[in-house]
C-alpha cells in the first residue's frame, strides 16, 4: 500500500529552527510537496521537490532524497504565526497526491 | 495563482438531509478536486470532477452519496446526500496550478465545515 509517515506533532521555541520530516513508501514518484495549514483555514502551498536535494525559499527550506524515500521541511527564525499544521504530500506514478496526516507545529515563546 | 469561492463557509444540518457545496474559481480550469478533512486527520479526496464528463471517485465514495456537478470550466458542487454524523468535516474544493500541468501546485478553497447532528 501507499504510505506517507510524518510526526503527528512537535515543539520548537520562537527564533529556533524546526526540522520535520517525512518519509514515504508509493507506487512510483511524480514529486513532492509540502503544505501549511492554519487550524480552522485551506492548506496553502509551500515547495514542491522532484529532484534530491535542497531548495531554499526565505526562512523555508525543503529536502528530498528518492532513493531514502525521505524528505524534510526545515523552518527557520521561527515566529508565532508558524504555528500550523505541516502537510507532506507524494505524486503517486498515477499522479495521485497521497496525504500525510500533518505535523502539528507549535511555537512556544 | 487561483483564487477559489465555496460556500457555504459551514453550516449545521439534521440527520437524513442533504447539504450542496459550490465552489467558483476564478479562471478555466480542467479538473476540479473535492477532499474531505476529518477532524485532526489528512486530506481524502473524494473524486475528481471534469466538465463534460461523469466526476472520478476515489475508492470507497460513491455518486448516490456524493453527487458532483461540473456544468463549465469555472464553477463545480457537491453533495452530501442523506447526512450522518459520520460526514461531520471540512470538505475542501481545489484546483490544481494552470502553469504546472500533472505537477502544478495545488490551490484549496477557504473550505465548508459541516456539522450533522
Known amino acids: 500500500g501507499q504510505n506517507i509517515d510524518q510526526p503527528t506533532e512537535m515543539t520548537a521555541t520562537e527564533g529556533a529552527i524546526v526540522q520535520i520530516n517525512c518519509t514515504y513508501q508509493?507506487?512510483?514518484?511524480?514529486?513532492l510537496f509540502w503544505y501549511q495549514q492554519h487550524a480552522g483555514e485551506a492548506p496553502t502551498f509551500l515547495s514542491y521537490n522532484v529532484l534530491d536535494g535542497l531548495e531554499e525559499k526565505g526562512r523555508f527550506s525543503s529536502f528530498l532524497s528518492r532513493s531514502k524515500g525521505y524528505s524534510y521541511l526545515l523552518l527557520k527564525e521561527l515566529q508565532m504565526k508558524d504555528s500550523a499544521s505541516y502537510l507532506c504530500?507524494?505524486?503517486?506514478?498515477?499522479?495521485?497526491?497521497?496525504w500525510g496526516a500533518g505535523t502539528k507545529l507549535i511555537i512556544k515563546p | 495563482s487561483a483564487v477559489i469561492s465555496q460556500k457555504p463557509s459551514r453550516d449545521i444540518c439534521q440527520r437524513g438531509t442533504s447539504l450542496t457545496i459550490q465552489c467558483q474559481v476564478d479562471?478555466?480550469?480542467?479538473?476540479m478536486f473535492w477532499y474531505r478533512q476529518q477532524p485532526g486527520q489528512s486530506l481524502t479526496l473524494i473524486a475528481t470532477?471534469?466538465?463534460?464528463?461523469?466526476?472520478?471517485?476515489e475508492s470507497g465514495f460513491v455518486i448516490d452519496k456524493f453527487p458532483i456537478s461540473r456544468p463549465n470550466l469555472t464553477f463545480s458542487t457537491l453533495t452530501v446526500s442523506n447526512m450522518s454524523p459520520e460526514d461531520s468535516s471540512i470538505y475542501l474544493c481545489?484546483?490544481?496550478?494552470?502553469?504546472?500541468?500533472?505537477?502544478?501546485?495545488?490551490?484549496f478553497g477557504e473550505g465548508s465545515r459541516l456539522t450533522v447532528l
Open positions: 481545489s484546483v490544481r496550478s494552470g502553469t504546472g500541468g500533472d505537477t502544478g501546485e495545488l490551490f
Open positions: 508509493t507506487s512510483g514518484f511524480n514529486g
Open positions: 479562471s478555466q480550469v480542467t479538473m
Open positions: 504530500a507524494v505524486l503517486d506514478s498515477n499522479y495521485q497526491l497521497i
Open positions: 470532477a471534469n466538465q463534460g464528463s461523469e466526476a472520478t471517485y
